[in-house]
Antibody
Framework: EVQLVETGGGLVQPGKSLKLTCATS????????MDWVRQSPEKQLEWVAQ??????????YYAESVKGRFTISRDDSKSSVYLQMNSLKEEDTAIYYC??????WGQGASVTVSS | DIQMTQTPSSMPASLGERVTISCRAS??????LNWYQQKPDGTIKPLIY???NLQSGVPSRFSGSGSGTDYSLTISSLEPEDFAMYYC?????????FGSGTKLEIK
């Protein structure tokens, strides 16, 4: 059974940092290109970041809205992907999902940025 | 970025009814179009990939079609579990972009 479990969400003040973790199992993580996708309170889905696999040199890509503030990384030995979020803004408030190219989805981690 | 315009934003429908949700891309996306279903608890389920291919385990009452800039998702006969949110998503070019969603409601 495929599982993706996002953790690390919470309430944080603007300008602060948060790190999300997505622990996976049930599929060949090391070969997967992993994405973070977020859903705003208005229910709009937005792709945030992607990290490719080792054979693609772990190349990373970001949405313009988070470039320079967010960093995606992975640990194949732990079948986990991470999202380091710095300089958070109120508009980053969302549910954050990790997904291998949309094929499987977790329950998401809630991030609220508010003073 | 490619904009995905999804219509309607909400759709009241009855059990057994046939419904169609549309998605228009701001430029051609060469059939690189996925459809997802999201239940009220937030669970997201992939339904269709590459315009018309059903994901494993998806009932055959779901179908997808389209080409160029215009795509659609059809449910041939609504079942109770089909009342949910539906999203299209293009993966022709980066960044991946989603439609704004269609809420399928019980009439």
């Amino acid at each position: 059974e495929v599982q993706l479990v996002e953790t690390g969400g919470g309430l944080v003040q603007p300008g602060k940092s948060l790190k999300l973790t997505c622990a996976t199992s049930g599929f060949t993580f090391s070969n997967a290109w992993m994405d973070w996708v977020r859903q705003s309170p208005e229910k709009q889905l937005e792709w945030v970041a992607q990290i490719k696999d080792k054979s693609n040199n772990y190349a990373t890509y970001y949405a313009e809205s988070v470039k320079g503030r967010f960093t995606i990384s992975r640990d194949d030995s732990k079948s986990s992907v991470y999202l380091q979020m710095n300089s958070l803004k109120e508009e980053d408030t969302a549910i954050y999902y990790c997904t291998p190219g949309g094929l499987f989805w977790g329950q998401g981690a809630s991030v609220t940025v508010s003073s | 970025d490619i904009q995905m315009t999804q219509t309607p934003s909400s759709m009241p429908a009855s059990l057994g009814e046939r419904v169609t949700i549309s998605c228009r891309a701001s430029q051609g996306i060469s059939n690189y179009l996925n459809w997802y279903q999201q239940k009220p608890d937030g669970t997201i389920k992939p339904l269709i990939y590459y315009t018309s291919n059903l994901q494993s385990g998806v009932p055959s009452r779901f179908s997808g079609s389209g080409s160029g800039t215009d795509y659609s998702l059809t449910i041939s006969s609504l079942e109770p579990e089909d009342f949910a949110m539906y999203y299209c998503q293009q993966y022709d070019s980066s960044p991946l972009t989603f439609g704004s969603g269609t809420k399928l409601e019980i009439k």
